[in-house]
């Protein structure tokens, strides 16, 4: 479980992805501080993680990186760490289309193909 400060590439996420979940990597993007944290087995847990270092929960969207996908279907916007009632998001996705756009953005940065 880490918060990324180097750039990482796709073979190396494939490796984080085959060492847990076998194809995917769950991730958390704080989209005020444009950082990501990945590689834990809860969402929660990297959610805490980004807490603990300045994010704000309210900035946090869980999502899962599929390595082996491209396109859209490279980033799966499901998480219980979504769900957010007091926020208007009353699903496990993210449904500001801004925010999902951020999201993309950020993790493009981060996540080199």
Known sequence: ?????????IEELLLIAKDSFGDLVKAVVDVDREIVAIDAELHSDLEALCIENGSKQN??????YYPEMEGEDFIEFD???????????????VKDEMIRKKIVEISYKWIKR
């Open 59 to 64: 900035c946090i969207g869980g999502i899962n």
């Open 1 to 9: 479980m880490r918060i990324l400060n180097d750039t990482i590439t």
């Open 79 to 93: 998480s219980m760490i979504n769900l957010r009632p007091s926020q208007g998001n009353l699903s496990r996705g």
